[in-house]
């Protein structure tokens, strides 16, 4: 495995080599960094319909089923209260306190199983939707991360190329100026959904944060929110790739570089 890993990755090398070389660059272009430009963006674009797949599945969730869900709470309320009239309550029960913490847990219960089916018949889990476009760009960014890693060492052409402030694509940039401009990207694109929310959007996660709070209030358990959790990540690899890409070559960071700055296009585009 590793020397058919090897190989894949030279395979790589010498074919990017060959299209940077064919390209009809004008002279006065780097053609090397161009190229790897050229392959980033066409890379990304090739990965587009997965993560357009996710965010469609994204709005399913977010204008049929949470605003059916919202339609059929107050419906669940009164199923709930019309229940517990039925069954009776005993009398050490009888304190309005006891009996609305009691018809609040209930309702949650029932309104996260009603979500739970709205989701199933819509096809929209939120989590497949949020993982799908970055578990289908993480293998084709480790194998052109290690390709343009391969291609710095020694001897290489990289080394008679300058770009930008890169003094050549096989040494790390002496200024920061790309790791830091990496991370800030990276930390654009964690927070742009924050930036593009709409107000409805703002309205309905106002509500839900009001609703884990009286969930809370009520005894219940503190749900796990998976997009806070990988919010928190995400910006600390923000500060983690700036270290990262201080010590890695040029051309590495180049790619990582306009890798980020496609994400940010691609996160603006399909939440505008």
Not at 75 to 80: G, N
Not at 155 to 181: C, G, Q, R, V, Y
């Amino acid at each position: 495995p590793l020397v058919n890993k090897r190989f894949l990755v030279q395979s790589l090398c010498d074919g990017f080599l060959d299209l940077a070389v064919a390209l009809p660059f004008p002279t006065s272009v780097p053609y090397y960094s161009t190229t790897i430009i050229l392959v980033t963006v066409a890379s990304r674009l090739a990965l587009f319909p997965i993560a357009l797949w996710g965010r469609n599945r994204v709005r399913r969730l977010e204008n049929v089923v949470l605003p059916e869900l919202e339609r059929l709470k107050p419906i669940i309320s009164k199923h709930v209260l019309d229940a517990m009239k039925k069954e009776g309550t005993p009398r050490e029960l009888l304190v309005p306190a006891t009996l609305q913490r009691i018809h609040l847990s209930r309702m949650i219960e029932m309104v996260k199983s009603e979500r739970k089916r709205l989701i199933a018949k819509h096809k929209c889990h939120p989590f497949l939707s949020m993982v799908a476009s970055p578990a289908s760009q993480l293998p084709v960014f480790v194998v052109m991360s290690m390709m343009f890693n391969r291609l710095a060492y020694d001897p290489t052409p990289f080394d008679s190329e300058a770009f930008f402030t890169l003094t050549t694509l096989n040494h790390p940039d002496s200024t920061w100026t790309l790791p830091i401009l990496l991370g800030m990207i990276t930390m654009a694109n964690v927070e742009s959904n924050n930036w593009l929310m709409t107000a409805v959007q703002r309205d309905r996660l106002r509500k839900m944060e009001e609703q884990r709070a009286q969930q809370l209030a009520a005894g219940g358990k503190p749900d796990i929110q998976p997009h806070r959790i990988i919010k928190s990540a995400m910006n600390g690899l923000s500060v983690v790739r700036i270290f990262l890409a201080a010590v890695s070559p040029g051309s590495v960071v180049l790619y990582w570089t306009t890798s980020a700055t496609c994400g940010l296009i691609q996160t603006w585009v399909l939440d505008y």
